[in-house]
């Protein structure tokens, strides 16, 4: 027999192969093919032959990485029949705090991680990509025994009032040993306030902004700006006008935060409070 086949590069991602081949059992053959991966989650091939005598066959496969499982479709068309086939692959981990799923199979030494308790967080382990469910768990389905792996928290998969605080983790494992990681994620609140005194005046900047104890929070930017990082439910806000002269930020806050926007515009009124 005898055979001749080309690869060609089309980009970092996508690949094109032709061959042609030749033998007494099936005589001369050729076909061609292409494959592309499209994203880290998606990737497909197709593919064309051509034989003597013969209708040509068609074939494609897509590969697809879901949050709890790898799902592999195909469909071939050669002569008068057509052919599918559906495949699912992955892991289940039972462990002390209940059950997670892994859309790759698990080896003898893996982690269970922990994001908060938020579904859908993006986290990065040796095997590839995983989601969390929603316990906020997911699963390292294989670590290097006796080597060091890191494991890292994808920011951009946060909401916007999310935030994480050990966004990374290296762990060396034992061989056969089975790792618990926490990632300690929290919500914020941001907030700019824009406040007036009751005459409809900006604030002047410089200004020093306590809360109910007296303690500092931030200072009064320019017309009126006051930036809060992390406003807790409740909190009092009290503006120093001078050494015996404040007044009290009033401002209405929605209910639920939107974790869309990154900064929550408020408009606030400073009502004169004569502390003497």
Known sequence: SAYL????????QRRARSYVRSDPRSGVRS?????EVLSET?????????REAAAPSLGLRVNALTHYSRVDLGLNQR?????FDVGLRGGMALHRDGVTLSPYPLRETF????????AGLKLYTPQGP?????SGRAVAASLPPYATARLEVDPLSLPRNVEVLDGYQEVEAGRGSVQHLDFTVTRVRRV?????????????????????????????????????????????????????????LQFNLA????????IEPVDALCQPLNLT
């Open 5 to 12: 086949t080309v690869g060609m590069p089309l980009g970092e």
């Open 31 to 35: 076909g061609v093919s292409m494959s």
């Open 42 to 50: 998606l990737a497909y091939s197709a593919s064309a032959e051509q």
């Open 79 to 83: 002569d008068s029949a057509s052919e």
């Open 111 to 118: 982690a269970v991680l922990k994001a908060g308790d938020r």
């Open 130 to 134: 995983v989601w969390t469910d929603v």
């Open 192 to 248: 700019l306030l824009k406040a007036r005194t009751v005459d409809r005046q900006w604030l002047p900047s410089g200004l020093l902004v306590q809360d109910r104890q007296g303690a500092f929070v931030t200072t009064v930017l320019e017309a009126g700006t006051i930036f809060l990082p992390d406003i807790k439910p409740g909190q009092l806000l009290r503006v120093q006008l001078s050494d015996s002269a404040h007044c009290d």
């Open 255 to 262: 209910e639920a935060p939107d974790e869309h926007a990154l």
